[in-house]
């Protein structure tokens, strides 16, 4: 294989693959490109939660929230569950897992530019 692929990760690399990276310390697949919008325009928590759930379905994180949506809200993005503390509990959660993803030297969270625009950044050094 050559190092093509290859960018010095947090844990130590990550391996990108068209639009998803692999985490070299857990060997899990993350649906996202660093660099690239994961959402974009919008900090509603029924769009930001699909969207980060999304990014980590090949991961154990999502096994262990992939059933906290009531299949009511899934069904209907006015749902009163989006408001709700649980959904903000399950969007701080995502939030975590997805910055303990990062690969090193980027971090998860809204861009510096534009506060509606999530994804995997690159810091300033």
Known sequence: MSNAGLH??????????NA????ER??????????ESISHGTMRTQDLIPAFLDVIRDTP???????AIPAHAMEDKEADW???DDAAGLLESLFDTLDSYSPEGYYFGAHLGD???YGFWK???
């Open 115 to 117: 506060g509606s625009d």
């Open 8 to 17: 010095a990760g947090r844990y130590p690399s990550a391996l990108y693959l």
């Open 20 to 23: 998803m990276f692999i985490d």
């Open 82 to 84: 989006w408001n709700s």
């Open 61 to 67: 994180e999502y096994v262990q929230v992939m059933n």
């Open 26 to 35: 857990t060997q899990n697949r993350l649906h996202a490109v660093p660099g």
């Open 123 to 125: 810091m300033d050094k």
